[in-house]
């Protein structure tokens, strides 16, 4: 069973335009949701991360926005840039340190 | 600089041979983990260390073994490597669990 889940798989945005990424999770006790980014042939990077104490998490052009009650979250990058064409990957942990991703969404900016 | 390295970075192995792969951090980090990358499964856990002979089962476990005799190392150890543990494995680290480091991968082929 996935526990961390991912939507959409894939993601066109064109330059300047907000783009919502999708997570939901299963385990309530999870109490750590960071997002990674990872460009072609490098590896996952810590990109912005929330705890459930906070409903939002701001870090320039990214946003989270936590919703504990439905276990959903989602990742805002406004006014993206070609540059931040990469695979974001929402990611959980709890007790255990044990850092549980998704699958990804692959997103790309068109200039 | 905080790094975590990984060797090598490319193998490609003959079905039934023994692999190991090896990993060190220089920032005494007591977490550290194994996980394999493979295209559309996100990142899947397969071993987690708390510290030296501190370690433990992740979600894919079956086909690995690790070793862990010093803070800074972590070794994966696949006896009889199979086809299906083709994959690109990433090694990481963190300090009580939360900014999870990573080092830039070992891309496995097994033939």
């Known amino acids: 069973q996935q526990q961390v889940r991912q939507s959409p798989q894939s993601l066109t945005v064109w330059e300047g335009e907000t783009a919502i990424l999708n997570c939901s999770y299963e385990?309530?006790?999870?109490?750590?949701f960071p997002w990674y980014w990872q460009f072609p042939r490098e590896s996952p990077a810590l990109l912005i991360a929330?705890?459930?104490?906070?409903n939002k998490k701001e870090d320039g052009r990214f946003t989270i926005f936590f919703n504990k009650r439905e276990k959903k979250l989602s990742l805002h990058i406004t006014d993206s840039q070609p540059g931040d064409s990469a695979t974001y990957f929402c990611?959980?942990?709890?007790?255990?340190?044990?850092?549980?991703f998704g699958t990804g969404t692959s997103l790309l900016v068109d200039p | 600089d905080m790094k975590v390295t990984q060797m090598p970075r490319y193998l490609i192995k003959r079905m039934g041979e023994n692999v190991l792969l090896e990993c060190g951090q220089d920032?005494?980090?007591?977490?550290m983990y194994w996980y394999r990358q493979d295209p559309g499964l996100g990142l899947q856990l397969i071993y987690i260390?708390?510290?030296?002979?501190?370690?433990s089962e992740g979600d894919i476990p079956k086909g690995y073994r690790v070793s862990r005799k010093k803070r800074e190392h972590f070794s994966l150890i696949l006896d009889s490597a199979k086809t299906n543990q083709t994959s690109v494995y990433f090694c990481?680290?963190?300090?009580?669990?939360?900014?999870?480091?990573f080092g830039k991968g070992t891309r496995l082929t097994v033939v």
């Open positions: 990481a680290s963190s300090l009580s669990g939360r900014e999870v480091f």
């Open positions: 385990d309530s006790t999870f109490d750590y």
């Open positions: 929330i705890r459930p104490v906070s």
């Open positions: 920032m005494s980090h007591e977490t």
């Open positions: 990611a959980a942990s709890g007790v255990g340190y044990k850092l549980t």
């Open positions: 260390s708390y510290d030296v002979d501190s370690n």
